[in-house]
């Protein structure tokens, strides 16, 4: 049997990796620091900063309001490069714009607004806490019931808790395609399927999908989509967010902000709002130049890596830290609280232990090994296919079990600081 255990294994598959050499288009500050929270805040590509430069210096600073031609397509041009390689958009179905929870928003109410004779949300208790809330808030403003599903902390939501959820009531279906907590991945076209059987929109966040597994919105036909850039897409702090909205729906929905940005014609300063009767008529006010370029950067690297090869090394990267802590950790106390199946899960894997939350901080002051801490007692480690090595993976279990060993997180036990 090969030895899975051995270092040598990890070295192996790393020398027959074939987004080995993705690892450079990155920054590496320190070679040491073995980072795992790619799936909170992506690595910076070495190719942004040269392209912020540019937009800096030569299309704010030199060219000045006139790169405003340029800078007007930039929430199509970008979110048709998401569409297409990540999300199996077509062309003019997404944009990219605004925050994830706004898109949210914008859409739920959109959709909300097309089905006015229905008085239920369904969505599930463990969806990521902005989604939960924008879903409470429309709810709250309108006078909606919202359904929650009770979901596996480890497996999500089970299609047929979610199927037994639905009825002619149901205006809007709402969940992750990948759990943010536990990395379940949910079946986006069999959802879809039962949604639409009852005659109801779809709403997916896609925040810890997109980049990690192929997304195949226009053939399950996904009605409306968003998700956030700034993690495996690696647009930077903050990055503008995407959202999609399948074709033949655009001309129907109206989003609640009636901004210039979706008007027709928008420099005509007509009277009235008349909306675009495109995906356009999804934005709002001026994009954020400096955000749209790191997007584009980020998502055109990803389209280089080819979202099947990054998919297919996403499941082995996991399925290695999989095997490890069966084999290391398991008898210090952790247990694999993701699915085991790596066709389940995206791109992360959650640990849970006692003491989680002395062991994340420990990790990263003691040992180098950045992941993140999700309550109440998970330890969660993102190995982003794009830049992360199976040694990276080796190497992050190892100096985590002789950390344990040694009790080195003994002292980090204490109060939580604000950001985990
Ligand atoms: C990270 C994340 C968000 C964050 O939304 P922002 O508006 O960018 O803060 C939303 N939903 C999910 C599922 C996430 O993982």
Same mark, same amino acid.
């Given at each position: 049997?090969?030895?899975?255990?051995?270092?040598?294994?990890?070295?192996?598959?790393?020398?027959?990796?074939?987004?080995?050499?993705?690892?450079?288009?990155?920054?590496i500050?320190?070679?040491?620091?073995?980072?795992?929270?790619?799936?909170?805040?992506?690595?910076?590509?070495?190719?942004?900063?040269?392209?912020?430069?540019?937009?800096?210096?030569?299309?704010?600073?030199?060219?000045?309001?006139?790169?405003?031609?340029?800078?007007?397509?930039?929430?199509?041009?970008?979110?048709?490069?998401?569409?297409?390689?990540?999300?199996?958009?077509?062309?003019?179905?997404?944009?990219?714009?605004?925050?994830?929870?706004?898109?949210?928003?914008?859409?739920?109410?959109?959709?909300?607004?097309?089905?006015?004779?229905?008085?239920?949300?369904?969505?599930?208790?463990?969806?990521?806490?902005?989604?939960?809330?924008?879903?409470?808030?429309l709810?709250?403003?309108?006078?909606?019931?919202?359904?929650?599903?009770?979901?596996?902390?480890?497996?999500?939501?089970?299609?047929?808790?979610?199927?037994?959820?639905?009825?002619?009531d149901?205006?809007?279906?709402?969940?992750?395609?990948?759990?943010?907590?536990?990395?379940?991945l949910?079946?986006?076209?069999?959802?879809?399927?039962?949604?639409?059987?009852?005659?109801?929109?779809?709403?997916?966040?896609?925040?810890?999908?997109?980049?990690?597994?192929?997304?195949?919105?226009?053939?399950?036909? /996904?009605?409306? &989509? *968003?998700?956030?850039? +700034?993690?495996?897409?690696?647009?930077?702090?903050?990055? =503008? %967010?995407? !959202? #999609?909205?399948?074709?033949?729906?655009?001309?129907?929905?109206?989003?609640?902000?009636?901004?210039?940005?979706?008007?027709?014609?928008?420099?005509?300063?007509?009277?009235?709002?008349?909306?675009?009767?495109?995906?356009?008529?999804?934005?709002?006010?001026?994009p954020?130049?400096?955000?749209?370029?790191?997007?584009?950067?980020?998502?055109?690297?990803?389209?280089?890596?080819?979202?099947?090869?990054?998919r297919?090394?996403?499941?082995?990267?996991?399925?290695l830290?999989?095997?490890l802590?069966?084999?290391?950790?398991?008898?210090?106390?952790?247990?694999?609280?993701?699915?085991?199946?790596?066709?389940?899960?995206?791109?992360?894997?959650t640990?849970?232990?006692?003491?989680?939350?002395?062991?994340?901080?420990?990790?990263? /002051?003691?040992? &180098? *090994?950045?992941?993140? +801490?999700?309550?109440?007692?998970r330890?969660?480690?993102? =190995? %982003?296919? !794009? #830049?992360?090595?199976?040694v990276?993976?080796?190497?992050?279990?190892?100096?985590?079990?002789?950390?344990?060993?040694?009790?080195?997180?003994?002292?980090?036990?204490?109060?939580?600081?604000?950001?985990?």
């Amino acid at each position: 049997m090969e030895q899975v255990l051995e270092r040598a294994h990890a070295q192996r598959l790393d020398g027959a990796d074939p987004l080995a050499s993705f690892r450079d288009r990155v920054v590496i500050a320190d070679p040491d620091l073995i980072y795992l929270d790619g799936n909170s805040l992506g690595r910076l590509p070495t190719s942004t900063g040269e392209r912020l430069r540019a937009v800096v210096a030569g299309e704010w600073g030199a060219a000045l309001v006139g790169s405003w031609k340029d800078w007007i397509e930039l929430p199509s041009r970008v979110g048709d490069v998401i569409g297409e390689h990540l999300l199996g958009a077509l062309p003019g179905e997404v944009v990219v714009s605004d925050s994830t929870t706004v898109n949210l928003y914008k859409l739920a109410a959109a959709a909300l607004d097309a089905r006015p004779d229905r008085r239920v949300i369904v969505t599930d208790d463990d969806n990521f806490p902005t989604d939960r809330y924008v879903l409470d808030g429309l709810a709250a403003a309108r006078g909606l019931e919202i359904r929650t599903v009770t979901a596996d902390p480890t497996h999500g939501p089970s299609l047929a808790d979610i199927a037994g959820a639905l009825d002619t009531d149901v205006a809007l279906v709402s969940f992750s395609h990948v759990a943010y907590r536990s990395g379940a991945l949910l079946d986006l076209a069999a959802v879809t399927a039962a949604a639409h059987e009852v005659g109801a929109l779809t709403l997916w966040d896609l925040s810890h999908a997109a980049g990690s597994v192929p997304v195949a919105l226009n053939s399950a036909g /996904a009605d409306l &989509a *968003v998700g956030c850039t +700034y993690k495996y897409l690696s647009g930077g702090p903050g990055a =503008p %967010a995407f !959202l #999609y909205v399948r074709r033949d729906l655009q001309a129907q929905l109206r989003q609640p902000i009636w901004g210039w940005f979706g008007q027709r014609n928008q420099f005509a300063m007509g009277e009235h709002y008349d909306p675009e009767p495109d995906v356009r008529s999804t934005l709002t006010g001026t994009p954020a130049v400096l955000g749209l370029a790191a997007v584009d950067e980020g998502a055109r690297l990803l389209a280089d890596a080819g979202i099947d090869r990054l998919r297919a090394k996403g499941m082995a990267l996991t399925s290695l830290l999989c095997e490890l802590t069966d084999a290391w950790l398991a008898p210090l106390g952790f247990t694999v609280v993701s699915p085991r199946d790596p066709a389940l899960r995206g791109s992360h894997l959650t640990l849970h232990h006692e003491q989680a939350w002395a062991i994340c901080r420990a990790l990263a /002051a003691e040992a &180098a *090994v950045v992941g993140d +801490y999700r309550e109440p007692d998970r330890l969660r480690l993102g =190995p %982003a296919p !794009l #830049y992360t090595r199976f040694v990276d993976v080796w190497d992050a279990a190892d100096r985590l079990r002789r950390l344990i060993a040694a009790g080195g997180h003994l002292p980090y036990a204490g109060p939580r600081t604000r950001v985990t």
